[in-house]
């Protein structure tokens, strides 16, 4: 429990750097999409107590929203923010299904398409919302590939999202299985009289 709050913790924190830093743009200098969300909301749903599992991910990534639409002075909810916690919903079904076998051979593959799925919704969203996007199958690739011109094409945030979550939900999975080991205590033999 512990490791798995700790790596919450870190995921806020690397989430409010560019408040921290003061990096006024939108688009941070750092890798984008690069980011442990998605494999926050997987390994929280599978490994944490159940009181925690959903709340405490939902709500750092509610929190985090709001201090980042504020620091680049948008709205403090947005309409995609829904959509986004709706696919954040389901990975958190994903991961709450794979509570009882969470491990390497389940929860990286999961990593995997969840950072896929989230992909699609979120840039499915983008495509919808955006007006520079051409409402059609063309402005929808458009939204899943090179993106808007002036920032990094979206394909680089899938690229991005796939190294990060994996990374992240290792990272988890080890912190947690280290965390569940339990080391052997020795027995007192009875004392003889």
Known sequence: MIAGIALL??????RLLPIFMEVSTQQPSWLPGFSPLVAMILCSAAFLPRRTAIILPFATILFTDIALNNFYKSPALTPD?????????????????????AGFSTMLPAAIASSIFFYFVSNSLSWILIPEYAKTFSGWFQALTTGLPGYAPTWTFLRNELVSNTLFTALFVICMKRGSVKTPTTELAPARW
């Open 9 to 14: 913790i870190a995921a806020a924190t690397y």
């Open 81 to 101: 923010m829904a959509g986004n916690f709706a696919a954040f919903a389901a990975i958190a079904f994903l991961g709450w299904r794979l509570r009882s076998r």
